[in-house]
């Protein structure tokens, strides 16, 4: 069963730490992303990846950045994590052409305390 | 990618057909039809696209309109494992935003 995985389900942080958030896909899927979902304002794309070492910003990357130096993992990090950035992080990937849409993996609920 | 507005909630007796319409009216012609659904605290899962032929695999069917203003997705047999959140999205096919609205708050009910 193809899967897109998310390191931990559940995270608690302290205000200023830095914070990394893996996800590994086993499909071969270029696209790599990274969203936030949050109560009444739904999907937020924080930042996504067409291809190794390749990133581009989403709607709202202030606060992150990623990585990505092999194809299946995707490294999303909070550099100084802040109590607005509690939130439910979803990894997302998908083949170069959306056909079968997207694959997601099951989410990291981070609270910053 | 295209605006589409579901109904906030409703019911399903357990066994029974669920049919979740979804208006997309501002849809292009190179946009797919596409139905997630989100079971609490799970990440997004596929169940369905489409884009002008109705469709069908072993969740759920599809139905779009001729003017493709408009879809169904049909879940025949609901269970009670198919309460979620469910989300009706047009996305393009080179497209990298995935937006969803607010979906339609879908209870099973035995």
């Known amino acids: 069963d193809v899967k897109v995985t998310q390191s931990s389900r559940y995270l608690v942080k302290r205000t200023g730490e830095k914070v990394f958030l893996e996800c590994v896909q086993d499909?071969?899927?270029?696209?790599m992303f990274w969203y936030r979902q949050d109560p009444g304002l739904g999907l937020r794309l924080i930042y996504f990846?067409?291809?190794?070492?390749?990133?581009e910003k989403g709607d709202i990357p202030e606060g992150y950045s990623v990585s990505r130096e092999k194809k299946e993992r995707f490294s999303l990090i909070l550099e100084s994590a802040s109590t607005n950035q509690t939130s439910m992080y979803l990894c997302?990937?998908?083949?170069?052409?959306?056909?079968?849409?997207?694959?997601f993996g099951s989410g990291t609920r981070l609270t910053v305390v | 990618d295209a605006k589409t507005t579901q109904p906030p909630s409703m019911d399903c007796a357990e066994g029974r057909a669920a049919n979740l319409p979804c208006n997309h009216s501002?849809?292009?012609?190179?946009?797919?039809v596409y139905w997630y659904r989100q079971i609490h605290s799970q990440g997004p899962q596929y169940i369905i696209h489409?884009?002008?032929n109705n469709e069908t695999n072993e969740m759920a069917s599809l139905i779009i309109t001729e003017d493709r203003k408009s879809s169904t997705l049909i879940l025949p047999h609901a269970t009670l494992r198919d309460t979620a959140v469910y989300y009706c999205?047009?996305?393009?096919?080179?497209?990298?935003?995935?937006?969803f609205g607010g979906g339609t708050r879908v209870l099973v009910k035995p």
């Open positions: 997302a990937s998908r083949a170069r052409v959306v056909v079968y849409g997207y694959t």
């Open positions: 499909m071969d899927h270029e696209n």
């Open positions: 990846s067409y291809d190794v070492k390749m990133k």
């Open positions: 501002t849809i292009s012609g190179n946009e797919y």
């Open positions: 489409g884009l002008k």
């Open positions: 999205i047009g996305l393009k096919a080179a497209g990298n935003k995935l937006t």
